[in-house]
């Protein structure tokens, strides 16, 4: 990582591994913007999947990767 992350993005990072995996709606409208800068550091991952599997339309869902 080329530089250390704000208070306010080692939160929502906190937030998001706290919580292993969340839709990304769930996360309040003031965390989001901090989804962006954590992915390009590599600390989360993005990624869709069905929430029921009748449904044909997919969900996109955030996870802090293990390091």
Same mark, same amino acid.
């Given at each position: 990582?080329? %530089?250390e992350? +704000? !208070?306010?993005?080692k939160q929502v990072y !906190? *937030?998001? =591994?706290e919580r292993e995996e969340v839709l990304i709606s769930s996360i309040p409208a003031r965390m989001r913007g901090a989804i962006p800068t954590l992915k390009k550091a590599g600390l989360i991952e993005i990624f869709k999947k069905r929430t029921v599997p009748w449904a044909s339309k997919k %969900?996109? *869902? &955030? =996870? +802090? &990767? =293990?390091?």
């Open positions: 990582m080329s %530089r992350l +704000a !208070d306010f993005e !906190d *937030f998001i =591994k %969900r996109k *869902f &955030v =996870k +802090a &990767v =293990k390091s």
